[in-house]
Nanobody
Framework: QVQLVESGGGLVQAGDSLRLSCAAS????????MAWFRQPPGKEREFVAGITWNAGRVDYADAVRARFTISRDNPKSMMYLQMNSLTPEDTAVYYCTVRWKQESTVPLHANEYDYWGQGTQVTVSA
C-alpha cells in the first residue's frame, strides 16, 4: 500500500503561479510512474502531466504544456507540479497518482494508475 497526500492548492488570480506537492509514504515510489490528473467542476478526471520513474520521460496535456512543469525527488518520495500563468480553466481538484511499473512511457488514462491521493483544490479567479 502507498499513501499519497497532495498539498499546495488554493485560490489565486489569473496569471498567478502555484506549486503542488505530492508526498508518498508506505512504499518507495522510485520505480513508479507518477502523474497529476485534475477534475474540473462537472467534468471527468483528465490527465495533466506525468513522469516516469527516472524522469526519463515526461508528458503534458496540450492545455498545460507551455505553462506547467512536473518533477520528482525520488529520495524524498515527492512529486511536484509547478503551475504558471494560471487561468480560470485550470480550476479543478488536482490528484496525485502512481503506477507500479518501471517503464519508459507515461500512461494517459486514469484507469491505468494504481493509487490516488485525496486531491487538492485549485481555484483560479478571473
Amino acid at each position: 500500500q502507498v499513501q499519497l497526500v497532495e498539498s499546495g492548492g488554493g485560490l489565486v488570480q489569473a496569471g498567478d503561479s502555484l506549486r503542488l506537492s505530492c508526498a508518498a509514504s508506505g512504499r518507495a515510489v522510485s520505480i513508479a510512474t507518477m502523474a497529476w490528473f485534475r477534475q474540473p467542476p462537472g467534468k471527468e478526471r483528465e490527465f495533466v502531466a506525468g513522469i516516469t520513474w527516472n524522469a526519463g520521460r515526461v508528458d503534458y496535456a496540450d492545455a498545460v504544456r507551455a505553462r506547467f512543469t512536473i518533477s520528482r525527488d525520488n529520495p524524498k518520495s515527492m512529486m511536484y507540479l509547478q503551475m504558471n500563468s494560471l487561468t480560470p480553466e485550470d480550476t479543478a481538484v488536482y490528484y496525485c497518482t502512481v503506477r507500479w511499473k518501471q517503464e519508459s512511457t507515461v500512461p494517459l488514462h486514469a484507469n491505468e494508475y494504481d493509487y490516488w491521493g485525496q486531491g487538492t483544490q485549485v481555484t483560479v479567479s478571473a
